[in-house]
T-cell receptor, first 114, second 118 residues
Framework: QKEVEQDPGPLSVPEGAIVSLNCTYSNSAFQYFMWYRQYSRKGPELLMYTYSSGNKEDGRFTAQVDKSSKYISLFIRDSQPSDSATYLCAMSAVGGTSYGKLTFGQGTILTVHP | NAGVTQTPKFQVLKTGQSMTLQCAQDMNHNSMYWYRQDPGMGLRLIYYSASEGTTDKGEVPNGYNVSRLNKREFSLRLESAAPSQTSVYFC?????????????????FGNGTRLTVT
């Protein structure tokens, strides 16, 4: 079983829809959670990061972490065609020898059509 | 502001050939990483360097070597390329570590090197 599981999709939604992307994980040492967005033929770019449990909002994006369930989510409100990309969840332990080594989900391919 | 720069962007090798992938960052980051990305597998860590002069193995190090040439540059070498090493390779850097003992800092990625081994 992989440490981080993410539904690869693909996910196709109409413009303006609310999108929910999810990951589950098994390693309880993970405390630092990130969402990356990756456009075709580009590197992943950081979208959101949160430390430990809770919610974090940035414009149309909300990241949610539930450590008790080992479950993280990314919500996109009022989705736009420019949001079409692959979304990767990533997480790491903190301190010690973790040195920011990230464990990634497989990525979810999202298409927002006009 | 270039961020993380990788060269080359594309490369085709024959089985058994060698090559070095170059990576440089201009953000004065302490830590640098090499990942590979394969369909259905996400990104997997090959090697990382927590500081200048140190390197450590990640999840999939076999068949690769690395050099942290200085604080800015971190190269990945394939000594004898195999078809299983066909992948997209990403370099990343982070402010983690160093004199400030930063523990929480995201990774910043380059745009990748697309490698095909025939």
């Amino acid at each position: 079983q992989k440490e981080v599981e993410q539904d690869p999709g693909p996910l196709s939604v109409p413009e303006g829809a609310i999108v929910s992307l999810n990951c589950t994980y098994s390693n309880s040492a993970f405390q630092y959670f990130m969402w990356y967005r990756q456009y075709s033929r580009k590197g992943p770019e950081l979208l959101m990061y949160t430390y430990s449990s809770g919610n974090k909002e940035d414009g149309r994006f909300t990241a949610q972490v539930d450590k008790s369930s080992k479950y993280i989510s990314l919500f996109i409100r009022d989705s736009q065609p420019s949001d079409s990309a692959t979304y990767l969840c990533a997480m790491s332990a903190v301190g010690g020898t973790s040195y920011g080594k990230l464990t990634f989900g497989q990525g979810t391919i999202l298409t927002v059509h006009p | 502001n270039a961020g993380v720069t990788q060269t080359p962007k594309f490369q085709v090798l024959k089985t058994g050939q060698s090559m070095t992938l170059q990576c440089a960052q201009d953000m004065n980051h302490n830590s640098m990483y090499w990942y590979r990305q394969d369909p259905g597998m996400g990104l997997r860590l090959i090697y990382y360097s927590a500081s200048e002069g140190t390197t450590d193995k990640g999840e999939v190090p076999n068949g690769y070597n690395v050099s942290r040439l200085n604080k800015r540059e971190f190269s990945l070498r394939l000594e004898s390329a195999a078809p299983s090493q066909t992948s997209v390779y990403f370099c990343a850097s982070s402010a983690i570590g160093g004199e400030t003992r930063t523990y929480n800092s995201p990774l910043h990625f380059g745009n990748g090197t697309r490698l095909t081994v025939t």
